[in-house]
């Protein structure tokens, strides 16, 4: 009768830790939550001696691509000297990528009547 009763709690302790090894191996097989591969990009175009948006909001981690659109070199510039491009001339780009929030005001350094602002919110 001990040997059926020992035998009996074994089994069961065996049974619950086949049950606990396939639950743990359900979990690790699941499917992952997908995530963005990369970051947001945003296209700025510095067209007619302005750009195009002027303002933008963006969330932190998006990069922000200035492009020149215009016959005339242009620059991009951070108020705060955060970011500076070279001088840009036709189809040239420059990309910044905004990590913390705030407020960058910008301009064109060539044409400092050219103003634009990215804000960066969560």
Not at 30 to 57: G, H, M, N, W
Not at 72 to 101: Q, R, W
Request: hydrophobic residues 45%.
């Amino acid at each position: 009768m001990r040997l059926a009763r020992s035998l009996s709690v074994s089994l069961a302790l065996f049974a619950c830790a086949v049950v606990a090894l396939l639950a743990g191996v359900a979990l690790a097989l699941r499917p992952l939550p997908a995530y963005a591969a990369s970051a947001a990009t945003l296209q700025v175009a510095i067209t007619k001696f302005a750009f195009d948006p002027k303002e933008i909001t963006v969330a932190p981690g998006t990069k922000v691509v200035w492009t020149n659109r215009d016959d005339t070199p242009h620059s991009v510039a951070a108020n705060d000297k955060s970011f500076a491009s070279k001088g840009l001339d036709t189809d040239d780009a420059y990309e910044h990528t905004f990590t913390s929030e705030g407020d960058f005001g910008y301009i064109c350094t060539v044409h400092p009547f050219m103003t634009g602002v990215v804000h960066v919110r969560k």
